[in-house]
C-alpha cells in the first residue's frame, strides 16, 4: 500500500479530517487568543535546545528550538523584535512557514496557557500516562522521538518498543509508519511534531484502536486545540520559575534541567 492510500485508509478508519488535522495551527491559535487579549510579551529566548517566552502576566511557556538551515549569521529577520509588543503577534506565528517561527509561536501560547496549565493534575513519574496508554507486559508501543527515561521505564512494564528519531537518525521511517497503522497499541509521540511540521501525516498513520499521547516541554495543554483529532493524552511541563527557565534556554539546556522548576502536569482528552 502505498503511503497517500495509507494516510486515507488510516484517516477513514478513526475519522480524522485532513483539513482539521493540518490546521492544528489554526486551532492552537484560535484556542489561545481570549487568553491573549491585552497581554505583551516580554521577554523572548531563543536557545540552542529550547525557547523561552514570557508574558506579561507572568506566563511562562518553552518550546523546542529547531536547527535553524541559516546561510548567514542571521537567522531571524533585522527587523523582527516582538518583545514589548502584542502577544497576539507573536501568537500568530503559529501558522508561519518557518519552523522557528512556529517554535516561537508555540512557545507563547504556552506562556498564555500557563495559569491555567500549571494547576492542571501532575504525573511526576509518567505512571499516569503509561496507565492511560494501558501499558503491560508485551505492549506494542512506538515512540517518536527518543525519549531515554522513558525507555527504561517501557522496558520494566515488558512493554516491546519501536522508536524513531529524525534528529538522532534512529530508525526507518517508512517501516515505522506501516507500524504505526498495524502494529502499535500505543504511541508516545514528542510534541516536536507540531512544530516540524510532521504530526498530521503521523496521526494519519495510527490506526483508530491505537492510544496516542503528545510529550515534551512543547506540549500545549489546550484540550480545545485536539477536539476531534486521535490525541488521547497531553503530557507537558509547565516551569514554574521564570528566571530559572530563561537561564536554562540561554545556556542550552535540556528537559532534565528545565523539569527541576517545573510541574509535569498530564490530562486525558
Known amino acids: 500500500m502505498d503511503a497517500a492510500l495509507r494516510r486515507r485508509t488510516a484517516r477513514a478508519s478513526f ?20 487568553k491573549a487579549e491585552g497581554k505583551l510579551l516580554e521577554t523572548l ?4 535546545g529550547y525557547t523561552c517566552a514570557c508574558t506579561s502576566d507572568g506566563g511562562v511557556g518553552v518550546a523546542f528550538t529547531p536547527r535553524p538551515d ?60 503509561f496507565d492511560a496508554l494501558k501499558i503491560g507486559p508485551g505492549s506494542r508501543v512506538a515512540m517518536v522521538g527518543c525519549f531515554t527515561p522513558l525507555i527504561r521505564r517501557l522496558k520494566e512494564r515488558g512493554a516491546e518498543l519501536e522508536v524513531v528519531d529524525r534528529g538522532r ?13 498495524s502494529w502499535a497499541q500505543a504511541v508516545i509521540m514528542t510534541s516536536t511534531s507540531i512544530i516540524n511540521n510532521t504530526l498530521e501525516e503521523l496521526l494519519a498513520c495510527v490506526s483508530g484502536r491505537t492510544r496516542v499521547a503528545l510529550l515534551g516541554p512543547s506540549t500545549p495543554l489546550e484540550p480545545e486545540a485536539f477536539a ?17 527557565a530563561l537561564r536554562a534556554v540561554r545556556h542550552a539546556k ?11 502536569p498530564c490530562i486525558m482528552l
Open 169 to 181: 537518525g534512529l530508525g526507518d521511517e517508512d517501516a515505522f509508519k506501516e507500524k504505526l497503522g
Open 228 to 244: 476531534g483529532l486521535p490525541v488521547h493524552v497531553l503530557a507537558g511541563t509547565v516551569p514554574l520559575d521564570g528566571e530559572a
Open 45 to 48: 529566548s531563543i536557545g540552542l
Open 15 to 34: 475519522g480524522l479530517d485532513k483539513e482539521a488535522a493540518v490546521d492544528i495551527y489554526a486551532r492552537l491559535q484560535h484556542a489561545m487568543q481570549a
Open 70 to 129: 541559516a546561510a548567514g549569521c542571521s537567522v531571524l529577520d533585522a527587523d523582527e523584535d516582538y518583545e514589548g509588543r502584542a502577544a497576539s503577534e507573536s501568537l500568530a506565528l503559529l501558522g508561519a512557514g518557518d519552523p522557528l517561527h512556529r517554535a516561537v509561536g508555540l512557545a507563547v501560547a504556552n506562556a498564555l496557557n500557563h495559569a491555567e496549565a500549571k494547576d492542571m493534575p501532575e504525573d511526576r513519574d509518567n505512571s499516569v500516562l
Open 254 to 264: 535540556g528537559t532534565p534541567v528545565i523539569q527541576r522548576f517545573s510541574r509535569k
